[in-house]
């Protein structure tokens, strides 16, 4: 089963650029969290926010959430090209410890 | 900080073999995952355990078993290898819910 999909599926930005990355999800969650996938490697956290939280900050990331439209958003300011990867969206979905990922994310990042 | 291990980091079988990926963390965290990655898509989730001999079904879990006999280590069998089972397979492990997810750096898997 999907828990949540992000879109767009893949995108392509200079460096410098901000770029925003969506996640819309099916059931009610408790906190959502981003992560990213460089090549060759597994996935790293980058950002939990919580139900009871709109915006969550991490350096140049910025996550929000609206529990209401179901969907969240996860922002990198000043991109570099270090920055390229794919970025997952993941919840339990109130099913206590069985985490699911969405589809991903391909950001790539030029310079 | 902690790690986590997975052998072999490349497995190549054959087609009906049945082949066993194993993963060790030093979190001394109380929940582990299983995750099958095809090339280019997300992840889906084959098994999870919260504890010491617990095991849970994941999404995907049809052709494989799973076995959490200590608390730092998971193994996962595939029980008769296809080749569209191709495919980088994950391992994590986190304290519980909505907690942090650790991954280890993935066993890659080829059947000829």
């Known amino acids: 089963s999907q828990l949540a999909e992000e879109n767009p599926w893949a995108l392509s930005v200079h460096e410098g650029e901000s770029v925003t990355v969506n996640c819309s999800y099916k059931?009610?969650?408790?906190?959502l969290q981003w992560y990213r996938q460089k090549s060759g490697e597994g996935p790293a956290q980058l950002i939990l926010?919580?139900?009871?939280?709109r915006e969550k900050r991490n350096g140049r990331l910025r996550a929000t959430l609206d529990t209401s439209s179901q969907s969240s958003s996860l922002s990198i300011t000043a991109t570099r090209c270090e920055d390229t990867a794919v970025y997952f969206c993941?919840?339990?979905?109130?099913?206590?410890?069985?985490?699911?990922f969405g589809t991903g994310t391909l950001l790539s990042v030029k310079p | 900080g902690g790690i986590i291990t997975q052998t072999p980091k490349f497995l190549i079988g054959q087609e009906g073999q049945k082949l066993t990926l194993k993963c060790q963390q030093n979190?001394?965290?109380?929940?582990m995952y299983w995750y099958r990655q095809d090339s280019g898509k997300g992840l889906r989730l084959i098994y999870y355990?919260?504890?010491?001999?617990?095991?849970q079904k994941g999404d995907l879990s049809e052709g494989y078993d799973a076995s959490r006999e200590k608390k730092s280590s998971f193994s996962l069998t595939v029980t008769s290898a296809q080749k569209n089972e191709m495919a980088v397979f994950l391992c994590?492990?986190?304290?519980?819910?909505?907690?942090?997810?650790?991954f280890g750096k993935g066993t890659r898997l080829t059947v000829v």
């Open positions: 994590a492990s986190s304290m519980g819910h909505n907690t942090e997810v650790f």
């Open positions: 059931t009610s969650i408790t906190a």
């Open positions: 926010i919580r139900s009871n939280e």
């Open positions: 993941a919840d339990y979905g109130g099913s206590g410890n069985k985490l699911i």
């Open positions: 979190f001394n965290h109380d929940t």
């Open positions: 355990s919260i504890t010491e001999n617990d095991l």
